[in-house]
C-alpha cells in the first residue's frame, strides 16, 4: 500500500473542496438562508449522492481495468485533459463570487438533504470528474480495485464533508469576508486553476 498516494489525495480532495465551485457557495448560499443546520444537511444529501457517483465508477471502471490494462493509460490521460480543460474554463470565467441569497426560499432539512441527494446524482459532470480524478490514485497491487475505489470515495466524503460542513458553521463569516474582499475572488480563481492543472499533470506523471 501506498501511503504517499493517499496522502496526495487528501491534500487535492482538500484544495478542491475549498476552491469555490457550484457545490460549497450552494452550500454557503443555503446555510445564510435557512442556518447552518440547513448547510450540514445540505452537504450530508450531496455526499450521499457521491457514494453512488463512486459505485458506478467503482464497478464499471475495475471491470474495464481487468478486462485491458493498456486502456487504464487511456483513460489517465482523458482524466489529465479533462481537468485541463476544467482549468481552462475556470481561467475564462468571471473573478467575481456570487453569493445573493435574496432569491433563495427557504427549506426543511429534509428537503435540502433530498435537494442536494438529487442534484448530485442526477449531475453526470460529476460522474466525469470522479472518472478523471481516482483512477490515478490507486494505491495498492494487492488490494482488489473495487475496494481501493471505495477507499477512495470514503478518504473524498469524508475531507469533503468535513471542510463543507466548516463553511456551513462559518457561513456568516466567509459571506461577510467574501463581501469585504474584493481580491478574494480572483485569489480563488486561481487557486482553482493551479489545483486543476497540478491534479492533472499528476495523472500524466504517477506510474499507477
Not at 448547510?39 to 444529501?45: H, N
Not at 481552462?88 to 438533504?113: C, P, Q, T
Not at 469576508?177 to 504517477?206: A, C, D, P
Request: hydrophobic letters at 55%; aromatic letters at 14%; one cysteine or more.
Amino acid at each position: 500500500m501506498n501511503y504517499d498516494i493517499l496522502l496526495t489525495f487528501v491534500l487535492a480532495t482538500a484544495a478542491l473542496a475549498i476552491s469555490p465551485g457550484p457545490d460549497n457557495i450552494f452550500v454557503l448560499i443555503q446555510s445564510m438562508t435557512n442556518g447552518k443546520k440547513y448547510g450540514v444537511a445540505t452537504v450530508a444529501g450531496l455526499m450521499t449522492g457521491c457514494l453512488v457517483h463512486a459505485t458506478l465508477l467503482a464497478f464499471g471502471v475495475s471491470a474495464v481495468i481487468r478486462q485491458n490494462p493498456n486502456l487504464f493509460f487511456v483513460i489517465k490521460l482523458f482524466g489529465a485533459i479533462y481537468l485541463f480543460y476544467l482549468a481552462f474554463k475556470v481561467f475564462k470565467s468571471s473573478d467575481d463570487l456570487e453569493i445573493s441569497n435574496d432569491s433563495v426560499a427557504k427549506k426543511s432539512l429534509g428537503a435540502l438533504y433530498k435537494q442536494g441527494f438529487i442534484m448530485n446524482v442526477l449531475n453526470p459532470k460529476v460522474t466525469i470528474f470522479f472518472l478523471a480524478f481516482f483512477p490515478g490514485f490507486l494505491f495498492s497491487d494487492a488490494i482488489n480495485i473495487v475496494i481501493q475505489f471505495y477507499v477512495l470515495a470514503a478518504i473524498f466524503i469524508v475531507v469533503s464533508f468535513t471542510i463543507f460542513s466548516a463553511i456551513a458553521m462559518l457561513s456568516g463569516t466567509i459571506s461577510k469576508y467574501i463581501r469585504e474582499n474584493r481580491q478574494l475572488g480572483k485569489i480563488l480563481k486561481w487557486l482553482q486553476i493551479i489545483v486543476f492543472v497540478g491534479i492533472g499533470v499528476y495523472l500524466l506523471l504517477s506510474d499507477k
